[in-house]
């Protein structure tokens, strides 16, 4: 059985930092692309980051790019997603996906004061 299982979400101030992390198990981790995605209230699901199996080609949505970084430890089968200078509009449930096929059920990122 695929899971993903991400952790790490909570209420943070505007300016404050997070790090979210995904344990996936039932894969090979190590061969495949993997994303964040996160879905604020009431709008739809916006991709955020992709990183490749090593790590080496790394893209972001332009609305994080400075602030968000995505990374991964293959041996760990974890992803991960350190978030700084964070702002209210970035308030979403995150999602991570290995590829496009599987997802976790997310974990609520919240900023506010």
């Known amino acids: 059985e695929v899971q993903l299982v991400e952790s790490g979400g909570g209420l943070v101030q505007p300016g404050g930092s997070l790090t979210l992390s995904c344990a996936v198990s039932?894969?090979?981790?190590?061969?495949?692309?993997m994303n964040w995605f996160r879905q604020a209230p009431g709008k739809g699901p916006e991709w955020v980051s992709t990183?490749?199996?090593?790590?080496?080609?790394?893209i972001y949505t332009d609305s994080v790019q400075g602030r968000f970084t995505i990374s991964r430890d293959n041996a760990k089968n974890t992803l991960y997603l350190r978030m700084s200078s964070l702002k209210p509009e970035d308030t979403a449930v995150y999602y991570c996906?290995?590829?496009?096929?599987?997802w976790g059920k997310g974990t609520l990122v919240t900023v506010s004061s």
């Open positions: 996906a290995g590829g496009m096929h599987y």
């Open positions: 039932g894969i090979t981790f190590g061969t495949w692309d």
């Open positions: 990183i490749d199996p090593d790590g080496g080609n790394i």
